[in-house]
Protein backbone atom coordinates (compact mmCIF):
# COMPACT_ATOMS: atom_id res chain seq x y z
CA UNK A 1 0.00 0.00 0.00
CA UNK A 2 1.20 3.00 -1.36
CA UNK A 3 1.63 5.53 2.07
CA UNK A 4 0.77 8.59 0.36
CA UNK A 5 -0.99 9.41 -2.70
CA UNK A 6 -1.79 12.76 -4.07
CA UNK A 7 -4.56 13.95 -6.49
CA UNK A 8 -6.53 16.90 -7.49
CA UNK A 9 -3.73 18.40 -9.17
CA UNK A 10 -4.91 20.43 -12.80
CA UNK A 11 -4.49 23.27 -15.60
CA UNK A 12 -6.16 26.24 -14.63
CA UNK A 13 -6.41 30.02 -15.38
CA UNK A 14 -5.14 32.69 -13.25
CA UNK A 15 -7.49 33.58 -10.43
CA UNK A 16 -8.89 30.28 -10.20
CA UNK A 17 -9.00 27.85 -7.52
CA UNK A 18 -8.06 23.99 -6.43
CA UNK A 19 -8.13 21.41 -4.13
CA UNK A 20 -5.55 19.02 -3.49
CA UNK A 21 -6.07 15.80 -1.61
CA UNK A 22 -3.56 13.27 -0.01
CA UNK A 23 -4.78 10.12 0.84
CA UNK A 24 -2.79 8.94 4.15
CA UNK A 25 -4.08 5.62 5.22
CA UNK A 26 -1.44 3.46 4.16
CA UNK A 27 1.24 5.93 5.91
CA UNK A 28 2.48 4.42 9.78
CA UNK A 29 4.36 6.85 10.74
CA UNK A 30 4.45 8.45 14.65
CA UNK A 31 4.93 12.17 14.13
CA UNK A 32 1.51 13.78 13.34
CA UNK A 33 2.55 16.64 11.99
CA UNK A 34 1.34 16.90 8.40
CA UNK A 35 2.11 19.50 5.20
CA UNK A 36 2.77 20.26 1.51
CA UNK A 37 5.62 21.34 -0.27
CA UNK A 38 6.19 21.79 -4.24
CA UNK A 39 8.90 21.97 -6.29
CA UNK A 40 9.87 22.87 -9.61
CA UNK A 41 12.07 21.66 -12.26
CA UNK A 42 15.43 22.73 -11.39
CA UNK A 43 14.56 24.84 -8.34
CA UNK A 44 14.85 23.89 -4.79
CA UNK A 45 11.61 22.29 -3.18
CA UNK A 46 9.23 25.14 -1.31
CA UNK A 47 7.68 24.44 1.73
CA UNK A 48 4.16 25.59 1.60
CA UNK A 49 2.59 24.46 4.48
CA UNK A 50 2.44 22.61 7.38
CA UNK A 51 0.02 21.37 10.31
CA UNK A 52 1.12 19.71 13.54
CA UNK A 53 -1.58 17.38 15.86
CA UNK A 54 -3.05 20.30 17.54
CA UNK A 55 -3.61 22.04 14.15
CA UNK A 56 -1.14 24.91 14.57
CA UNK A 57 -0.41 25.67 11.06
CA UNK A 58 2.71 27.73 9.62
CA UNK A 59 2.04 28.51 5.59
CA UNK A 60 4.97 30.11 3.86
CA UNK A 61 4.30 33.81 2.94
CA UNK A 62 3.99 33.29 -0.85
CA UNK A 63 0.92 31.33 0.04
CA UNK A 64 -0.47 32.87 2.90
CA UNK A 65 -3.85 34.21 2.97
CA UNK A 66 -4.64 32.03 -0.53
CA UNK A 67 -4.14 28.28 0.65
CA UNK A 68 -5.56 26.66 3.21
CA UNK A 69 -4.90 23.14 4.81
CA UNK A 70 -7.40 21.20 6.48
CA UNK A 71 -7.64 17.48 7.53
CA UNK A 72 -10.64 15.42 7.64
CA UNK A 73 -9.42 12.38 10.46
CA UNK A 74 -12.11 10.04 9.49
CA UNK A 75 -11.60 9.83 5.92
CA UNK A 76 -7.73 9.84 6.45
CA UNK A 77 -7.17 12.82 4.05
CA UNK A 78 -5.30 15.58 4.28
CA UNK A 79 -6.69 18.71 1.71
CA UNK A 80 -4.94 22.12 0.19
CA UNK A 81 -7.49 24.32 -0.72
CA UNK A 82 -5.84 26.85 -3.17
CA UNK A 83 -7.60 29.95 -3.76
CA UNK A 84 -6.25 33.18 -6.37
CA UNK A 85 -3.56 30.71 -7.87
CA UNK A 86 -1.00 32.66 -9.70
CA UNK A 87 1.23 31.77 -12.74
CA UNK A 88 3.68 31.29 -10.30
CA UNK A 89 2.15 28.97 -8.20
CA UNK A 90 3.04 26.41 -11.11
CA UNK A 91 5.10 23.17 -9.90
CA UNK A 92 4.62 19.84 -8.56
CA UNK A 93 2.68 20.01 -5.33
CA UNK A 94 3.96 17.23 -2.87
CA UNK A 95 2.34 15.58 0.58
CA UNK A 96 4.51 15.17 3.20
CA UNK A 97 4.27 13.55 6.61
CA UNK A 98 6.37 13.09 9.75
CA UNK A 99 7.91 16.62 10.94
CA UNK A 100 8.81 17.48 14.33
CA UNK A 101 7.66 21.00 14.04
CA UNK A 102 5.75 22.74 11.73
CA UNK A 103 8.15 25.24 11.44
CA UNK A 104 10.51 22.30 10.47
CA UNK A 105 7.43 21.28 8.13
CA UNK A 106 7.79 24.89 6.55
CA UNK A 107 11.64 23.92 5.81
CA UNK A 108 10.44 20.70 4.20
CA UNK A 109 11.84 18.96 6.93
CA UNK A 110 9.55 15.78 6.46
CA UNK A 111 10.52 12.21 6.80
CA UNK A 112 8.08 11.04 4.14
CA UNK A 113 6.24 12.66 0.91
CA UNK A 114 4.27 11.20 -1.76
CA UNK A 115 4.79 10.95 -5.93
CA UNK A 116 3.00 14.70 -5.83
CA UNK A 117 0.52 15.91 -8.41
CA UNK A 118 1.31 18.63 -11.18
CA UNK A 119 -0.66 21.67 -10.80
CA UNK A 120 -0.64 24.01 -13.66
CA UNK A 121 -1.82 27.98 -13.76
CA UNK A 122 -1.91 30.29 -16.89
CA UNK A 123 -2.19 33.89 -17.47
Known amino acids: QVPLVESGGDSVEAGGSLRLSCETS????????TGWFRQVPGKAREGIVA???????SYADTVKGRFTISQDNAKNIVYLQMNSLKPEDTARYYC?????????????????WGQGTQVNVSA
Open 26 to 33: GYTGSRDC
Open 96 to 112: ARDCDTVEDGLRVRFAS
Open 51 to 57: MDSEGRT
